[in-house]
């Protein structure tokens, strides 16, 4: 079993809709980071977060430590969200453990 | 801004090459990293830096090894290089407290290294 799973592996949606991408992970961790992968390979980080909510325009990261799980919500999705999106827990020692990513398409 | 900054972002080497990877930021971040991305795999650790001359293995360390001779500079060796390591190559940096990152990563562009 992966330490860190994220679900659905493939998203496709239309622009306008709500969109939530789940990553549930095994092992304790300090921080969770969600990253964005555009076509070409640039990764930016889009959240780091160690309890609770974070809110950045249209992105929302939420994390429940005990449950061991983080989701990541796309409110009113444009076809620029388009990308991968990767969870990352951070345990410690400054590693990173990654998801394989959530391939979400948005359609006009 | 900070600025990640890989030499090529695109290489075509020979097996048996010794390989050069360059990295540099320019935000005075005490962490480094080398990460390679395979599909099916997702992002691995190759090696990381958490101050100048230091270095630790990651996951895949085998048939690589890292310079850290200034900050601002980390940089990948592949000392003789194979097919299998045909990959997208990613630098990243963060400011870090000790050995705990805890802080946001800024990624390069990557480097696709292309081994025959």
């Known amino acids: 079993k992966n330490e860190v799973e994220q679900s659905p592996q493939n998203l496709t949606a239309q622009e306008g809709e709500f969109i939530t991408i789940n990553c549930s992970y095994s092992v304790g961790i300090s921080a969770l980071h969600w990253l964005q992968q555009h076509p070409g390979g640039g990764i930016v980080s889009l959240f780091m977060?160690?309890?609770g909510k974070k809110k950045h325009g249209r992105l929302i990261a939420t994390i429940n430590i005990q449950e061991k799980h983080s989701s990541l919500h796309i409110t009113a999705s444009h076809p620029r969200d388009s990308a991968v999106y990767i969870c990352a827990p951070e345990t410690s020692g400054s590693r990173l453990t990654f998801g394989e990513g959530t391939q979400l398409t948005v359609n006009p | 801004d900070v600025k990640v900054t890989q030499s090529s972002r695109y290489l075509v080497k020979r097996t048996g090459e010794k390989v050069f990877l360059e990295c540099v930021q320019d935000m005075d971040h005490e962490n480094m990293f080398w990460y390679r991305q395979d599909p099916g795999l997702g992002l691995r650790l190759i090696y990381f830096?958490?101050?100048?001359?230091?270095?630790e293995k990651g996951d895949i360390p085998e048939g690589y090894s890292v310079s850290r001779e200034k900050k601002e500079r980390f940089s990948l060796i592949l000392e003789s290089a194979s097919t299998n390591q045909t990959s997208m190559y990613l630098c990243?940096?963060?400011?870090?407290?000790?050995?705990?990152?805890?802080?946001?990563?800024?990624f390069g562009s990557g480097t696709q290294l292309s081994v025959l």
């Open positions: 990243a940096s963060s400011r870090g407290l000790g050995s705990y990152l805890n802080e946001k990563l800024f």
């Open positions: 977060l160690s309890s």
């Open positions: 830096s958490y101050d100048v001359k230091m270095k």
